[in-house]
Structure formats: C-alpha cells, structure tokens
C-alpha cells in the first residue's frame, strides 16, 4: 500500500486526537520505552497523589527525564537529515508553497 500525504495527514491527526484526549501521551512520545515508563509512573504517581509533583526532587528528575526523551529523539536513526537540520534552525516567518 502507498503511503501518501493523506495516509500521514490522516495517521498525525489521529495521533492529536489520542493525546489531546490523554495528554501524558505529550510526555510519552519520542523516547525509549525505558524512559517512557520512568516518566508514565512519575505522573502517574502525582495524579493519584502517591508523590508531590511540586516537590523540587521530583521536579528535578521529571525535567532530567524529559531532557532525555528530548535527546533521544533529536538523535534518533528514525529521523531523517531535513529533520535534525530542522530541530537545529530557529523557525522562520517564511512560508514555502508548491509552486
């Protein structure tokens, strides 16, 4: 089966509608599955009140668990040159249209 722009429109939308219905999914994203797990049970923990998500050790550690997913995802194999060379540039007010 082809995949053409509407199979990736139509696969990133559902993806949208799927974490804006569970916003962890934001949090998820992008990482191993071990670093995934380790931030899911962190929030986990806060939301059912286990642990203070406020509490700065906490804080800490889910900013230093993100900052990995982060890393993970800017150097992954999956991701092509245009989008490394992407995450790297500022965002530009230009605006490319098919000619």
Known sequence: MP??????????????QLSDDKPMYQFLAG???????????LLTLGEMKYIDPEDPSIKLLLALLN???MALFATSEKN??????GLQMPRSDAVYVDE
Do not use: V
């Open 3 to 16: 995949k053409d722009k509407e199979w990736f429109r139509q696969g990133a939308n559902l993806a949208q």
């Open 31 to 41: 990482s191993d599955p071990e670093t995934s797990e380790a931030i899911a049970f």
């Open 67 to 69: 900052a990995r997913r």
């Open 80 to 85: 092509n040159e245009i989008t490394k060379m």
